[in-house]
């Protein structure tokens, strides 16, 4: 496994294996590597015949400095977590802006909510950066995980639509055992705040069946998940039942007639959480 932290250096890797007829597949990440980082790329080596694993603390897609500055950042612990994984090259650049960067990719329509309203932003940055990744590293397909779910669907459109040539793959989430979603983020929550946590994947799933049972009221899905959230002190940003096509959330009178999402983002001692489950009538 290669650590390559040098632009240059990454497109003549992938320069190399290109002539060499080997696909080549992409995890993008910012590091602070876990389980579900690791099933990423055994799931891009599913569809590759070599993995590179990016990490970078992107800037850009946050909204909150102190956030930026507190994100873990250990390359050589990520390293060791990748070894005897299907990862060949390891992709760690200082910096992947100019002094004077003035150029951005956006898809407006699928960031204009749930994350997207709350963090100003944050999906230009992905976007940018994804963009200025899949240009260096040249990838074949590149692999994202459904946690992120808006994260995903942005990307899929921005290849989409730019043409770009490569394939997205969808990651299933990878859960804790007990059902909370793997996260960088879930290391800084305390042990209380850690229990408390678990009302999101409890919530949501719940929610999952009594739309299973027949609910399809939107506002019968939502107020139980804003229940449990107050009961076990979370913060909500939001819960939504968003049109899967669109990613635009439903009224609490409306009813789910199409396939949707239940996404939910709330702060838990101050460690903003993301989850979602899909549901298809």
Not at 62 to 86: I, K
Not at 227 to 254: C, E, H, N, R, S
Request: hydrophobic share 45%.
């Amino acid at each position: 496994m290669e650590l390559i932290t040098d632009k240059a250096a990454m497109r003549a890797w992938s320069r190399a294996r290109h002539l060499q007829h080997k696909r080549i597949g992409f995890v993008p990440t910012m590091g602070a590597l876990h389980a579900g980082h690791l099933a990423l790329v055994e799931l891009a080596a599913q569809h590759a015949d070599e993995v590179v694993v990016s990490i970078y603390v992107n800037p850009t897609q946050f909204d909150r400095r102190d956030d930026f500055e507190r994100y873990p950042r250990a390359v050589a612990d990520d390293q060791s977590a990748l070894a005897g994984t299907p990862c060949r090259a390891v992709f760690a650049p200082s910096d992947l802006y100019n002094h004077d960067h003035m150029t951005w990719v956006e898809v407006p329509a699928l960031a204009a909510h749930l994350c997207g309203a709350y963090r100003p932003g944050h999906f230009r940055g992905v976007a940018t950066i994804v963009t200025k990744f899949f240009s260096i590293v040249t990838p074949d397909v590149a692999v994202f995980g459904d946690k992120d779910y808006q994260q995903r669907r942005v990307i899929e459109r921005m290849v989409s639509d730019l043409d770009l040539p490569l394939t997205i793959v969808a990651g299933p989430t990878t859960r804790e055992p007990d059902g909370l979603a793997m996260s960088s983020r879930n290391a800084r929550l305390t042990a209380e705040w850690r229990a408390a946590a678990v009302s999101i994947p409890d919530a949501l799933f719940a929610a999952r069946d009594r739309f299973l049972g027949g609910e399809r009221r939107v506002g019968a899905l939502r107020k139980p998940m804003l229940d449990a959230f107050a009961k076990t002190g979370g913060i909500v940003d939001y819960v939504a039942v968003a049109d899967d096509a669109t990613l635009t959330p439903m009224g609490d009178d409306q009813r789910v007639d199409r396939p949707a999402v239940i996404a939910v983002a709330v702060f838990f001692g101050g460690v903003r959480l993301i989850d979602n489950v899909r549901l298809d009538p």
